[in-house]
Structure formats: C-alpha cells, structure tokens
C-alpha cells in the first residue's frame, strides 16, 4: 500500500491541526505521523499515544530501549532507525544500540530487564512468562513502569503496523545514519 506524506497542507482538515502540534512539540513531523494523516482518527489516536508516553514513570531512554525492542520484534526499519536514532541522542553506547538492533540485550541489566520485556510484550502479543516479569521487578521496575512498557509497545506497535503496510514508510533524513 503506498501511503502519502502529508504536510499540514495536503492532510484532510480534520488532521492538519494534529501535524501541527506534533510540529510543534517535536519540530519536525516526522515522516511516518505524515503518513497516518490520510486517516485523522489513526492520527489522532497515534497522538494521543505518543502524548501519554510523555506522561510515563518509566524514564525516556528505556521507553526508548522499549521501543527499539518491539521494532526488532516486528521487523519495523521506521521504528528500529528512530529508537536507535533518540537512543545515540540520549547517550547510550554505540555497542548496546548495535546489541539490541541486532535482537540481544544491552550490558546495563536494568535496560535490558525492560528489552526483554518488551520484546516478550510484542512477540507473544501481551503473553508474557512469569520469569520475564520477575527479572523486570528485580530490576527495579514497579507496576506503573512495566505498564508504562505496555503503552510504549502499543505506541511501537502501531508504527510497526503502519510502516510494515506500507512497505516501508520512506525515512526521515534525521533517520537515515540509522537506517537498517
């Protein structure tokens, strides 16, 4: 299916007020939520996603390791590029990026309690073993913050979902050193 890139100009009105603030919350529309503008409500829940996200306990960069998981998983290049992109802007070492690209866990075992997650989240469609859960306790993760990884795999999820119909929504240039 190929899926236009919208600008707050060409998108269906209903979805050109929701490329703006994401505009102007991130700077850029990144080329993936241009893509979901044909449907305003894929958009808007989308959105509202990424909104939530930003209310999350669970700290940016393993929201991030979250959401790199769940790429891999899912075989999504839009998601693997832009969660090893904000990834190499947080500061996490080019060999624990490489790792986890490359399906294995990152050396910090608290991060690597949340990839685990993550990538048992989205490769067992919620189902996850007991042993998954008790490493992301052990680690130091509470209820909130493991729920929180929930809602970031759903995020992922949905990017995966879109960019895999699509064969492959075409990569922003702020992507593109970190395109598989």
Do not use: W
Request: one cysteine or more; aromatic letters at 2%; glycine letters at 8%.
């Amino acid at each position: 299916m190929k899926l236009t890139v919208h600008t707050a100009e060409s998108a269906p009105a209903e979805a050109a007020a929701l490329l703006r603030g994401i505009a102007d919350d991130l700077g850029v529309v990144p080329n993936l939520a241009a893509a979901m503008a044909t449907s305003p409500a894929l958009l808007a829940g989308f959105d509202g996603l990424r909104r939530a996200l930003g209310t999350a306990r669970l700290p940016r960069q393993e929201r991030e390791v979250a959401g790199l998981a769940v790429g891999v998983a899912v075989d999504n290049a839009y998601g693997v590029a832009f969660h090893s992109t904000m990834l190499d802007q947080l500061g996490v070492g080019a060999s624990d990026v490489d790792a986890m690209r490359a399906g294995r866990e990152p050396a910090q075992p608290r991060a690597a309690a949340v990839y685990a997650l993550a990538r048992s989240l989205a490769l067992g469609r919620g189902k996850v073993d007991d042993a998954v859960l008790d490493r992301a306790a052990a680690a130091g993760l509470d209820d909130t913050q493991i729920l929180d990884v929930v809602l970031e795999c759903a995020l992922a999820s949905l990017v995966g979902l879109v960019d895999n119909l699509a064969d492959r929504v075409e990569l922003d240039g702020f992507l593109l050193a970190r395109a598989l």
